[in-house]
């Protein structure tokens, strides 16, 4: 499967081996998010935490991620400290754990990393232990010390990405969803009020950067699909979208730490913010 | 246990097998041809109410005879709801727990019978945007349970338990061997875990080599509940496509108009993956022209009247009184 040393910055990955190896280990912390919220109860690595997405990583109020002052809530009742390394992994190829990433990167947090292939590369390895047990950890005085906006794309920039074309504007969502046929996956409750995409945005699915194990695919690969199919220019700035930016925050994973694309950005406004503008321009064939 | 007056010590007795077979009906009306010989091996006469019952049983009394379950230990599985609500009965019988893990796209009366025969439940929302190996997520989330609960649940995991597969190979198969006298030519089935066409169509091989086995599966996008198309597959362990000498796609709407049509011109009260089956049967009738072929129908149409209704127009009319309709 891939190797990891031709990604731009490889120590961001650590394999499912490698979390084995250093369970229970001091300042090594795991933290499960899942898109399905019953998963980690059900069973986790021993020693995780689990996040919440609905309801501890997004202001409780208004439509926003966490504030960092909820973020420091979150790390000081999770015992997570600001030296400590922190191990994300989730369900659906890290969908939520990479949402995760991009939250601890937007506070500054030194050393978050994912686990290659998620959830269910660790499921499906007879030797990896699973438990039902919560951890409990002393609370820690975390403090944000420093804010990555330039992170986040928000409404103004996507418009002018999408009008002056000096960006690449990418909506990772199925070919459905891209196209309008649908405005959401099956089942999903946040929706839009229209159907189609961004103009000038391509169309490249989230999951062609993963392989059927759930890990990434290599550098190689991913530079032929994201570059040389695509045509992704590496020298612009890049803002990624899908419906509610956690599908978006996987690509954006890829684009900014594995190819080290310069300046990627996640719309977590996504479809869900768009495609309910009255009046903004939608591209539907 | 006697089958002639149908007296019974427990239940269980009344699993079928060579001895006390699920009943074979011809089809008279919905037949395109006088010269071929069509049955329909009615699964709803299991016990518990569907095909499932021969996989779920066979699961079930291994892990027994190997003490896996017991009072304290119990089963977790991943189903579409018919293997589910046949562990869950038993399971229920033999005085141990059930827990069953679903799809959210499960139709509501499996749901609330799973709950009725007391399993616990987990819904859980598949197919959210589809990937490459990302598994099933009933899947996934069953085997959580029985990995990080090792103690209180074990997983008879129906997509890879080759007992599901020696099921129907002990029971379908001999059965439909006696029952037709040996003159099968046609075997049509549906796929899910694919443990019946596996089982059934390996012992009917042994017998006549040259016995067509034809598989009809629903067209991508379907919503056709237990069943699975070619792109759905790769979650069974259990598939043998040698055995497989046509897999029919048909559109999945058709699932519906023909089990409607069972039960109204046969008296067949079929659920729609019979309906599918039905239509496949059909087409390999009308160019084949002649032969002898036996369908084997999974269950019957109680547990997905919310189904039809949603997808049959004439059955969303006329359920009310006029006068609530204010």
């Given at each position: 499967m891939?190797?990891t ?12 081996d ?23 109860e ?8 689990g ?6 990583l997004q ?19 999770a015992?997570?400290?600001?030296e ?18 991009w ?15 998620g ?7 007879p ?14 005085n ?11 794309a ?9 009008q ?11 070919p ?16 839009a ?12 699915p ?23 199919q695509?045509?992704l ?20 994973f ?9 300046e ?12 309910n503008?009255?009046g903004?321009?939608i591209?539907k064939? | ?8 010590d ?50 079930l ?7 896996e ?29 059930m ?9 509501l ?13 987990d819904?859980v929302?598949?197919?959210l945007?589809?990937?490459?190996g ?6 996934n ?8 609960q090792?103690d ?7 997509y890879?338990?080759?007992a599901?597969?020696?099921?129907h190979?002990?029971?379908?198969g ?23 066409v596996?089982?059934?169509g390996?012992?009917?091989r042994?017998q ?6 034809i ?7 379907h ?5 699975r ?26 699932a ?19 309906g599918?089956?039905?239509e ?13 072929g036996v ?9 997905y ?5 949603k997808?049959?127009r004439?059955l ?7 006068a609530?309709?204010?």
């Open positions: 891939s190797t040393e031709s990604y731009a910055q490889p120590e961001v990955l650590v394999s499912t490698w979390v084995k190896q250093h369970l229970h280990q001091p300042g090594i912390r795991i933290v499960e998010i899942d898109v399905d919220t019953q998963a980690y059900a069973g986790h690595i021993p020693g995780a935490v996040f919440n997405w609905q309801t501890q202001d409780p109020v208004r439509r926003d991620i966490l504030s960092a002052e909820g973020f420091e809530q979150l790390m000081r009742q015992g997570i400290r600001n400590d390394t922190v191990i994300l992994y989730g369900d659906h190829n890290n969908w939520f754990a990479a949402y995760g990433f939250l601890f990167k937007i506070y500054g947090h030194r050393d978050v990393r994912l686990m290659n292939g959830r269910v590369k660790w499921l499906n390895e030797d990896k232990p699973l438990t039902t047990e919560k951890p409990v950890f002393p609370p820690s975390y403090k944000v010390q420093s804010m990555h906006t330039e992170l986040r928000l409404l103004p920039q996507v418009f002018e990405a999408s002056k074309g000096h960006y690449n504007l990418v909506d990772v969502r199925s459905d969803e891209f196209t309008g046929k649908v405005i959401a996956p099956p089942g999903m409750t946040e929706t009020q229209r159907g189609g995409h961004i103009p000038g945005a391509k169309n490249i989230w999951s062609q950067a993963v392989n059927p194990d759930g890990t990434f695919k290599s550098a190689a690969e991913l530079r032929a699909i994201y570059v040389e695509k045509g220019d590496p020298s612009k700035p890049t803002i990624a979208y899908c419906r509610i930016g956690e599908r978006s925050s996987h690509t954006w890829v684009l900014k730490y594995l190819l080290g694309f310069p990627v950005r996640n719309y977590d406004g996504s479809w869900t913010e768009y495609g503008l009255v903004a321009p591209e064939p | 246990m006697n089958h002639t007056t149908r007296v019974y427990s239940i269980f007795e009344l699993l079928p097998d060579v001895e006390n077979p699920t009943p074979l009906v011809r089809v008279r009306r919905l037949n395109p041809s006088p010269t071929f010989e069509l049955f329909a091996k009615l699964e709803w006469y299991n016990p518990f109410g569907s095909v499932k019952d021969r996989a779920a049983w066979a699961m009394h291994e892990l027994e005879q190997r003490g379950v017991h009072a304290h230990r119990g089963i977790v599985e991943p189903t579409s709801g018919n293997t589910g609500l046949s562990l869950a009965a038993m399971a229920g019988a033999r005085g141990y727990r827990r069953a893990v679903v799809p959210n796209r499960v139709p009366e499996k749901k609330l019978l799973l709950k009725i025969v007391g399993a616990e439940l819904v929302s598949d197919e945007c589809p990937a490459p990302l598994g099933d997520g009933s899947i989330l069953a085997k959580t349970h029985a990995r990080a090792a209180r649940y074990a997983m008879p995991n129906q890879e338990n080759p599901n597969v020696e099921a190979f002990r029971t379908t001999p059965e439909i061997w006696r029952q037709t006298e040996g003159r099968i030519t046609h075997l049509f089935v549906s796929l899910g875990t694919c443990g019946t596996t089982g059934t390996r012992f009917l042994q006549n080599r040259r016995i067509r086995i598989a009809v599966q629903p067209g991508p996008g919503d056709v509940p237990g069943l198309n070619l792109d759905q597959l790769a979650v069974s362990k259990l598939f043998d496509p040698s055995l497989i000498d046509e897999i029919l796609e048909i559109e999945p709407e058709l519906y108009t023909r089990a409607l049509e069972l039960c109204r011109q046969e008296g067949l009260l079929a659920g729609p993956s019979s599918l089956i039905l496949g049967a059909r087409r390999i009738i009308q160019r084949d022209g002649n032969g002898l369908m084997i129908f999974p269950d019957n149409v109680f547990k009247t919310t189904n039809f209704r997808h049959v004439e969303q009319e006329g359920l009310e009184s006029p609530s309709r204010v």
